[in-house]
């Protein structure tokens, strides 16, 4: 298939290589990424998109897409599918629809889970919104790019789908950091509440796949000096989104505010930025009940 890739930072580079491997023609655009292997570069995001079945966007915000998307998509030709996989907000993926369609293109909307990790090995998990006939047409390079994809259902599913997922994560990784703070006062060993929890009512990802006390289960960015992995500001990115939708359905998340608040404070004022979003336990263990009042 001949593809546009536009984003080509840290998650599009290596998906856009592993298409150019797979044998498809890659034609991409970054105004600051270096090009890919296997990865033309154009000259601009309409110079990539021109010409192609399929364009690709990995890029960091609604903004950005939105104004990359007015580029974009009067150089592509009718029939031609739009395929956004950057985490941005469900109205920004539906107003991007909108245009599209009525530019006679499709659009799909595939936010992915994984990581960097993910991409590079082609084991991306995505969240998929848009018509049938759509994600039928885009399933074979979603196929390439990650090992699942799950169609959620119509345009801004998708990302839908993505910040309730990562709502629930910001949510139980800071309730199983906490609980191993609170262990360790209480004397309980981070390695008896992890095999208690992990086969018990508490357990989630946060503690068995993801565990955020170092030496203790699986290996994770606790055993690495909490690099990411997930950075806590991706985490407060998703966050903010889950807000914000929150507030333009009027949905009572009062979990999800509190866990919002929370990675804003460790990122913003903590010095959380550049770490694993799993280092809150170090931070939340290092303070006191009544301390900065931040916790
Ligand atoms: P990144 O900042 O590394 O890459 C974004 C790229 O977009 C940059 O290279 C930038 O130069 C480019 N860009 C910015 N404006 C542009 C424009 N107008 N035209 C063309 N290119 C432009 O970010 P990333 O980590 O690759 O993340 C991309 C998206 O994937 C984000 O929405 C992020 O939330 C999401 N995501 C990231 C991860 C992760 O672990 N990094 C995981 C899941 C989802």
Known sequence: MRIGFVGLGNMGAPMARNLAAAGHAVAGFDPVAPAPDGVAMAASAPGAAAGAEVVITMLPDGDILRAVACEVLPAMGPGAVLLDCSTVDVEAARSVAEAALAAGIAAVDAPVSGGVG???????????????????????????MGARAVHCGEAGAGQAAKICNNMILGITMLGTCEAFALADRLGLSRAALFDVVSTSSGQSWSMTTYCPAPGVGPSSPADNGYRPGFAAELMLKDLRLSQQAAE??????????????LYAAFVEEEGGRGRDFSAVLPWLSAQERGGTGKS
């Open 118 to 144: 993910g991409a590079q090995a082609g084991s991306l998990t995505f969240m998929v919104g848009g018509s049938e006939a759509a994600f039928a047409r885009v399933l074979p390079l979603l196929d390439v």
């Open 248 to 261: 333009a359905t009027g949905s009572l998340t009062p979990m999800g505010a509190r866990a919002a608040a």
